[in-house]
C-alpha cells in the first residue's frame, strides 16, 4: 500500500475537545499524503453543532442526528474514499508519526492495525487507569493480534467490504468489529508505534460504570457469537465457560454487590488522593476494574437492554 489518499473518521457529541484532536491531525500529516478528514456530529446540541461549524476548516462534516457512536462511524466509512480509513476520537490528540505507523503495518500485510493509547496530563485518577490500560500492552510485541478499539485504529478499506460495525451496541462493538474481521480471515497486528494520547476520567466512580458496561457488552457478545478470537486471558477463559457463569446461584444478586463494591470503592480512591501509596493505589484501581467487569458479565441477559454509566450511576453523565 502507498497510503497517498488516507480517511480519518472521527465520531463527536458536544465535545470542544475535537478543535485539539483536529489541530493534531494536521500537524501529522506529511506532504505527500493526502488526509480527509471526516467529522461526523452525532445528536449535539444545536449550539455546539454551530460551534463546530466554525472549527472545520478544510473537514468533512456529516451530521447522524439518531444517537449511537457505531451508527456514526459507519456513516462516516460510507463517505471515505482512501485507501485506509484511520480511527480515533474527539478527546484523542494524534501523535507525530501515527500515519506513517499505520501505513507501514498495512504495508506488511496487516488489515487492521491497532495502535498505543497514552494519555493526556490529568490527575492521579487519569494516572490510575492510563496504568490499568498501559499493562494490557506492556508485553506485547509489534505485530501481534489484539482486540481493536476506534480511538486508535487504522483498516485498509476492503476489510469493510465484508465487515462493518454492528449499530445495535453502545459499547464494544469496536471490539466485535476486530474480532469478526479476524473471524473472516483478516489479519489483526499491534503497532506500537502508532500512538494517540487520550483524555480519561477523573473520577473513578464513571470508570466503574464504563467498566461495567464493557463487561455487559462483552458478555453479550460472547453469548451471541460464541468462538470469537478473543486475545485477552480473562476474556478467553469467560468465552470458554461463560455458560457456568451464566448458572451461579444469586448472579443477579452478586453482580449488584460487585458494582456497588467497585463503585464505592472507586470513590474512596479518587478521595484518598496522594494520601495513599501508588502500589497500594494501582491494586485498588485493579480490584476497581476487575469487579466493575465481572459485575457486567454477571448482570447479562439475553434479549435485555444495554446498560449506560448514566443507568449505573443513577445520574446523567454529560458524555454516556
Not at 128 to 157: K, M
Not at 227 to 242: A, C, I, K, N
Request: aromatic share 8%.
Amino acid at each position: 500500500m502507498n497510503g497517498s489518499k488516507v480517511s480519518v473518521v472521527i465520531p463527536v457529541k458536544d465535545d470542544p475537545r475535537i478543535a485539539t484532536c483536529l489541530a493534531s491531525l494536521q500537524a501529522a500529516v506529511r506532504p505527500g499524503l493526502e488526509v480527509v478528514v471526516i467529522v461526523v456530529d452525532n445528536g449535539s446540541t444545536a449550539e455546539f453543532s454551530a460551534w463546530l461549524e466554525g472549527v472545520v476548516a478544510g473537514v468533512l462534516l456529516l451530521r447522524e442526528p439518531e444517537p449511537g457512536v457505531y451508527r456514526a462511524r459507519n456513516r462516516g466509512v460510507a463517505a471515505s474514499t482512501g485507501e485506509a480509513v484511520f480511527f480515533t476520537d474527539a478527546d484523542c490528540v494524534v501523535r507525530p508519526g501515527w500515519f506513517e505507523a499505520g501505513l507501514g503495518m498495512l504495508a506488511r500485510g496487516f488489515d487492521l492495525v491497532q495502535g498505543f493509547a497514552g494519555a493526556l496530563p490529568g490527575g492521579r485518577t487519569a494516572r490510575l487507569i492510563q496504568a490499568r490500560y498501559g499493562a494490557r500492552f506492556r508485553h506485547l510485541r509489534a505485530g501481534a493480534p489484539t482486540e481493536t478499539d476506534t480511538r486508535n485504529l487504522a483498516v485498509r478499506r476492503e476489510v469493510f467490504e465484508r465487515v462493518r460495525f454492528n449499530e445495535a451496541y453502545r459499547r464494544v462493538g469496536d471490539t466485535e468489529f476486530g474480532l469478526r474481521a479476524q473471524a473472516a480471515g483478516f489479519r489483526v497486528g499491534y503497532a506500537p508505534e502508532m500512538r494517540v494520547d487520550h483524555a480519561h476520567d477523573e473520577d473513578l466512580r464513571v470508570f466503574a460504570a464504563k467498566q461495567f458496561c464493557h463487561g455487559w457488552g462483552a458478555q453479550r457478545l460472547m453469548t451471541e457469537a460464541p468462538g470469537l478470537p478473543w486475545r485477552s486471558t480473562q476474556l478467553r477463559f469467560l468465552d470458554r465457560y461463560g455458560w457456568a457463569v451464566r448458572r451461579l446461584p444469586g448472579r443477579q444478586l452478586l453482580s449488584r454487590a460487585l458494582m456497588q463494591g467497585s463503585v464505592r470503592g472507586g470513590g474512596a480512591l479518587d478521595r484518598a488522593g496522594e494520601r495513599l501509596p501508588w502500589p497500594a493505589a494501582y491494586l485498588a484501581a485493579l480490584a476497581v476494574d476487575k469487579a466493575a467487569l465481572l459485575a457486567g458479565h454477571l448482570a447479562y441477559e439475553p434479549g435485555s437492554a444495554e446498560p449506560s454509566p448514566s443507568c449505573v450511576l443513577g445520574r446523567t453523565l454529560l458524555r454516556d
